[in-house]
């Protein structure tokens, strides 16, 4: 089974990197994230006094997870609606659907297209950040800072994976309703904004002094709504996946 | 033994109804042709057959696996040529990495891929283009490709949609050769669609001719040829008056029917043997110039548009 779902994987890859705007989008979601939080940590380095410099780790620290997270999400968005939507716009999926490939086999081959380079680029993406900024704390006569502590691995390894995957459930679906994967990647990119609550939610403790106690509620709270989505995703994509209503309308 | 039978098979989708309780009989090795006019339910007819769409009612079996209970079976030894075939390619990949991704789909052993696709692209005189994107391909290569890509795995039971539609003459040629070809090599079952009536009559070996989704009618291409054929109609061609030749041929009692055309008048007549020296005699001795007297061969254009308006059961 797998054998056929990578085959379909591959070449979804493939047709989506023809696409300029996905193109685009990848180099971007791989630079964006890093960059961004290099850069942000090299000008507060460069402006703040080093004895004032914890407080402003404090605070932007859970930024980092939210950051990589989003622009790790991205490709999957942008891959899986030119995968399961663009098939039709390119009148490609009716042969597809021609093939003795299983409904099963199809979703996973789908579902691996969108999901293993977004992995991937989260993967890469933090790797790069936290080194990026340790060498550059050192560099710039700081002690050495890991911007990523215990909450933040544990978002990125557990909420933004469960999203990613859950995104590809969400396009599924749409992938019934609509013609156009300009329509598809509107909706599913919506879902996104669910990583902009560990962004904002921990500010509210800036005050009372208990943002470590925020930073873990909002990352519990991203990965519970990214769960319930994930699983109703998933409950419904599979209910709903029929190729007699994708070729009806071909 | 039947390689496709269809039982009561319908289609509906809302209210219109595609295809009507279809009845079809395709004995195996048999290049069946389909034809009917547009909105007929050929397509639909096929995207049954191919498990893409599932029957409202009724069922049918492709090389004795059930459509609705064995439709991973049915794809393995169905090849489907889709409707406006050439629009189907990937765009971005090349001729070759087409066919490449669908044999390792149709479960081609990975050994034979790259001899079975220079096979076909050779023969269809692609191989020199095998490293273009099908994108740019001209419209003819692309429904070439396309024709590849559904014969690629050897299947059974060949569906083909409109094959010729977008191929200039020689490339419809080649394609008509290679039906030919591959039904008598492999012995596969074709069920074209085609509004090309000419080579329906040129390549099918039986036909049904449909309309709202019902079959009006179906039998082998030469019988249902010689049922017009009875009708014996004749073509005279003339240098001059047609209208003149057609008023003389016209106030003669044994003639039937009458058509004019450019330069010949088309003739039925009660009993030729009888009739057809004396309204040659009667055309000569007004002054006619006869170039040519002939039989009228009844082409399945004839057959096709008498079924269609009611005419023939």
Redesign the interface.
Known sequence: MM??SI??AK?DF??AL?LRFVKLGLIMSIAFGPVMIILMFGSLMAIVPPAEFGIVVAVLGPIVPSILGIFSIIPTTMIAANALVGERE???L?????????DRELLWGKTMAGAIPSLIILVSSTIVSVVGVAVLTIVMGFPMLIILDLPGVFLLSTAVPIMIFAIIAVMIIVSGRVTRVYEAYQMTTAVIIVFIIPMILPMIGLETGNIEELVWFSNFITLLISAVLFIVGWAVALRLFN??KL??MV | MDEITTTGLTKN?GDLVAVDHMDLNIPSGTIFGLLGPNGAGKSTTT?LL?????PTEGTATVSEFDIIKEP??V??V?G?L?E??N???????TAYENLE??A????VPEEEIPSRIEELLTFMVLWDRKDDRAGELSTGNRQRL?LC?AILHRPKVLLLDEPTSALDPIAAKRVRELILELSKKYKQTFLINSHNLPEVQRVCDRIAIIDEGKILLQGKTQELRSKLLAKQQFRIRIVGDVDKAGSIAKSMNFVEDIKLEVDSVLVTVEDPTENNSSLMQNLLSQGIKIVEFAEEEATLEDLYLEVVKGGVQ
């Open positions: 054998r056929k085959t379909v070449t493939k047709n023809d390119m009148n490609t009716e042969p597809l659907l021609c093939t003795p490939l299983t190729r007699d070729v009806s | 989708f995207r191919s498990t893409l769409l599932r991973v079976r794809r393995e169905t489907v889709p406006e075939s629009h189907t390619l990937y765009p971005s990949l991704y669908f390792r789909l149709y479960d396309a890509r």
